[in-house]
């Protein structure tokens, strides 16, 4: 069975800084798909950004990046220029490709950026 | 296309009660998902439909649950004899499967439940 950690459960970054949240998982798949997704306070889950495995080239959605490591099954954030919207939680989560579709969760990171 | 909506946004009930959630996905999405979320955690999925047909229901659900989706349009998830171990954020998602997409989820803002 698949697994999601997300090893950091809150992290707190000043604004206009570049802060790093990370992701490991655990597979036997060798393709599927990650994403991280954004759940501010009171609100619904975004996507944030999405990654192919068999892609070798790290996504980036603007002011975000993945550092995605395949062998070592790492997936992780990095979000550059923090701003005050960004204050949410973070969950990194996994999806085969085979069978439902479902999503895999982490238990997320609390992010806070402070002004 | 307002996204994916769930009803009711809130629902308080007395342990024992049966109580049931909507959920409307985006119109063109084949694929319908309920996951359950507890304070501190990440979603845990807890049932799958493509299209009409109830796929896959996690272990998670009991007895006690039930979900439809009539039509493969929107979608109930129905708690039965409710316990205070059911208290949590009930959330709907939906994706489109096709070669074209990369079957992302579209997440509702959920249903928090409070069973007292």
């Known amino acids: 069975a698949q697994t999601v950690t997300q090893s950091q459960p809150e992290m707190s970054v000043q604004e206009a800084e570049t802060v790093t949240l990370s992701c490991t998982y655990d597979?036997?798949?060798?393709?599927?798909?990650l994403f991280w997704y954004k759940q501010p306070p009171s609100r619904q889950m975004i996507l944030v950004i999405r990654?192919?495995?068999?892609?070798?080239q790290n996504a980036t959605e603007n002011r975000f990046s993945v550092n995605f490591q395949k062998a070592a099954k790492s997936f992780s954030l990095k979000i550059s220029d923090s701003q005050l919207g960004d204050t949410a939680m973070y969950f990194c989560?996994?999806?085969?490709?085979?069978?439902?579709?479902?999503?895999?969760f982490g238990t997320g990171t609390r992010l806070k950026v402070l002004a | 296309d307002t996204g994916v909506s769930q009803d009711p946004r809130h629902k308080i009930t007395k342990r024992g009660q049966n109580v049931t959630f909507r959920c409307d996905p985006i119109?063109?999405?084949?694929?319908l998902y309920w996951y359950r979320q507890t304070l501190g955690q990440g979603p845990e999925f807890l049932t799958y439909?493509?299209?009409?047909?109830?796929?896959?229901k996690s272990r998670l659900l009991s007895d006690r649950f039930s979900a439809e989706r009539p039509k493969g349009s929107f979608s109930t998830l129905e708690i039965q004899r409710t316990e205070q171990g059911d208290s949590a954020m009930y959330l709907c998602?939906?994706?489109?499967?096709?070669?074209?997409?990369?079957?992302?989820?579209?997440f509702g803002p959920g249903t928090r439940l409070t069973v007292l």
């Open positions: 998602a939906s994706s489109f499967g096709g070669t074209r997409s990369y079957n992302e989820q579209f």
């Open positions: 597979t036997s798949e060798s393709n599927y798909y």
């Open positions: 990654q192919e495995a068999y892609k070798q």
């Open positions: 989560a996994f999806m085969s490709t085979s069978g439902t579709y479902k999503y895999i």
């Open positions: 119109s063109e999405h084949n694929r």
């Open positions: 439909f493509q299209n009409e047909a109830q796929l896959e």
